[in-house]
């Protein structure tokens, strides 16, 4: 492997005194080494910034960014506008990663010729067993332009559309950055754009990120309006992909198993109940698609 290649990490920081040690200890000790580690601190009220420069003090690869909180699509930007890589990489500030993670999914990338690569993951749960998405004995696939808009449009778990399971080619980025409108599904967005530059994708879901599920993340706080963000960020993504058919299916589909969510979780929580005909009315118009395309399950079409 040419070792002249440089990832650049990327680490927004907010508020994570708690895990942020163990987030950087984990990039800083990877078996791979010609990394920089771009930690950026988004307005932290704790300790966190204290920690990213005394890091930065010990180890010359790491560079810190002091920002205002602007949330943490502005902090990946923020980071992306310095990266200085030829991949690039994402891990949240709470989060750890195996220490052979880049290294293998660089080879992955240079044997097979790829723009990507992506991993498998584990969510840690403090109170409930640890959930594997991937196995040990994952077997590597290619996954060509079209299936990998498939998948990110299907949004079907989590592994197609986190950023933080994946090495991209700098190139496959150019000037994408994460749009700052959206408080949720915005790594969706982003993914799709990315994955329209992305050639050849080589996966392998053996779990290699491991994602703290920490309750005070922005994807744990009680349901409210901004979760309709999920769906704003589909209808880009409609307009993007209607001129493929076989795209834009996989992207309504997404988008009807995103809304029978929205829906269980409006009535569960009690909360924006008056916007339950506006999102039905998403699964409503687009009957034809469920019952026609042959890619939804047969609960899917009885729930319609």
């Known amino acids: 492997m040419d070792k002249g290649v440089k990832i650049s990490v990327?680490?927004?920081v907010y508020n994570v005194e708690k895990y942020l040690n163990a987030t950087i200890e984990s990039i800083v000790n990877q078996t791979y080494k010609n990394l920089e580690l771009i930690l950026?601190?988004?307005?932290?009220?704790?300790?966190s910034p204290k920690i990213c420069d005394n890091w930065a003090e010990k180890d010359s690869r790491i560079k810190v960014i002091h920002k205002t909180n602007g949330g943490v699509s502005s902090a990946r930007n923020a980071g992306l506008n310095i990266a200085a890589g030829d991949y690039i990489a994402f891990v949240d500030g709470d989060d750890y990663i195996d220490p052979d993670m880049?290294?293998?999914m660089l080879s992955h990338i240079i044997q097979y010729d790829a723009d990507a690569a992506s991993c498998g993951m584990v969510r840690e749960n403090e109170n409930a067993p640890d959930e594997e998405w991937g196995s040990a004995d994952a077997e590597i696939e290619i996954v060509?332009?079209?299936e990998l808009l498939k998948r990110v449009g299907q949004a079907s778990g989590i592994l197609p559309v986190s950023p933080c399971n994946k090495l991209f080619s700098?190139?496959?980025?150019g000037?994408?950055?994460?749009?700052?409108?959206?408080k949720y599904a915005e790594d969706v967005?982003?993914?799709y754009y990315v994955s329209k530059n992305i050639n050849k994708m080589v996966s392998q879901n053996a779990a290699r990120y491991h994602y703290i599920n920490n309750n005070s993340s922005a994807s744990h706080k009680t349901f409210d309006a901004q979760r309709f963000d999920e769906h704003k960020v589909m209808d880009i993504i409609f307009e993007d992909a209607k001129g493929n058919k076989e795209i834009f299916n996989y992207c309504i589909?997404?988008?009807v198993l995103k809304s029978f969510r929205t829906i269980k979780e409006m009535v569960v929580s009690k909360n924006e109940t008056d916007k339950f005909n506006e999102i039905r009315n998403r699964i409503v118009s687009n009957r034809i698609v469920i019952f026609k395309s042959g890619i939804f399950s047969k609960a899917t079409k009885f729930k319609t």
């Open 253 to 255: 589909q997404g988008d």
């Open 170 to 173: 700098k190139s496959a980025v």
């Open 144 to 146: 060509d332009n079209i």
């Open 10 to 12: 990327i680490v927004p």
């Open 102 to 104: 880049y290294e293998i």
């Open 40 to 47: 950026v601190d988004d307005g932290s009220t704790d300790s």
């Open 189 to 191: 967005l982003f993914n």
């Open 175 to 182: 000037n994408i950055r994460f749009d700052t409108r959206f």
